[in-house]
């Protein structure tokens, strides 16, 4: 999203390689990915910091490649899933960040008050896609009072 806010091009960066297989050093028991997915997101953690534990420490670079879906979709099959979308609940824990640093003496600061909208902007579109998606019920609107409550 750097273009549309920004006269920059963006962040570049690598792209994984195509492979149809997880490589022959990696660990391809279905069963273990599978409970060390859901022990880790009993302990509270995202499908990301799941991702990177896994890599790190399991020797699974690609939970797709060993179970045929990815993270978020073996949460959803154990139902769980949070109530929010895990890249809208990030921004929405930033926007409540935002809106602290305002509160708080700081509410002549018009780089963040642009900051805010820009993110609230995000949370809205990214609030349509999940509407067309089913994630979101069909009646959802996003408010800046109610934020705090949902992210608690």
Do not use: C, F
Request: charged share 30%; aromatic share 4%.
């Amino acid at each position: 999203m750097a273009r549309m806010y920004k006269s920059r091009k963006g962040k570049s960066g690598s792209t994984r390689p195509h492979v149809q297989e997880a490589p022959a050093w990696s660990n391809t028991d279905k069963d273990a990915v599978q409970s060390t997915i859901l022990d880790l997101a009993k302990a509270g953690m995202s499908s990301a910091q799941i991702g990177t534990v896994l890599r790190d420490k399991h020797a699974v670079p690609n939970v797709r490649l060993v179970l045929g879906k990815r993270i978020s979709q073996v949460l959803a099959d154990n139902d769980m899933l949070g109530s929010y979308p895990e890249d809208m609940m990030n921004l929405m824990r930033q926007a409540v960040g935002i809106i602290n640093h305002l509160g708080s003496g700081n509410h002549k600061d018009i780089h963040n008050k642009r900051a805010l909208e820009i993110t609230e902007a995000k949370i809205r579109r990214l609030a349509n896609y999940y509407k067309d998606e089913g994630r979101l019920p069909a009646d959802w609107r996003y408010k800046r009072d109610e934020l705090r409550l949902m992210v608690e």
